[in-house]
Nanobody, 126 residues
């Protein structure tokens, strides 16, 4: 099994920045694509950003392009999400997710991801 633990969430004013971290443990060698999703109250979970195992490929939701950056440090089994120029509409619970070893495509569908963290709350005040 793979365990994912997010950290770094909190309360920030609009225009501010936060960096989320996702630490993976357990059978981390079976993971490949890593991604961040978010879910706001009353809304469906949505894709935010994804990154390939080597970090050479990334993908972002249109709503965060130019403001968010996903990266990973495989030596530390950690994925990061740098969030800049935050807006109140970015308020959500942010989840880290991973696809299995043989799945090499960054997808935007939550059902395609095999492992999930418990989430970390990000609140942006206006």
């Amino acid at each position: 099994q793979v365990q994912l633990v997010e950290s770094g969430g909190g309360l920030v004013q609009a225009g501010g920045s936060l960096r989320l971290s996702c630490a993976a443990s357990g059978r981390t060698f079976v993971t490949n694509i890593m991604a961040w999703f978010r879910q706001a109250p009353g809304k469906e979970r949505e894709f935010v950003a994804g990154i390939s195992r080597a970090g050479l490929r990334t993908d972002y939701a249109d709503s965060v392009k130019g403001r968010y950056t996903i990266s990973r440090d495989n030596a530390k089994n950690t994925v990061y999400l740098q969030m800049n120029s935050l807006k109140p509409e970015d308020t959500a619970v942010y989840y880290c997710a991973a696809r299995g070893q043989t799945r090499t495509t960054i997808t935007t569908y939550s059902s395609d991801y095999d492992y999930w963290g418990q989430g970390t709350q990000v609140t942006v005040s206006s």
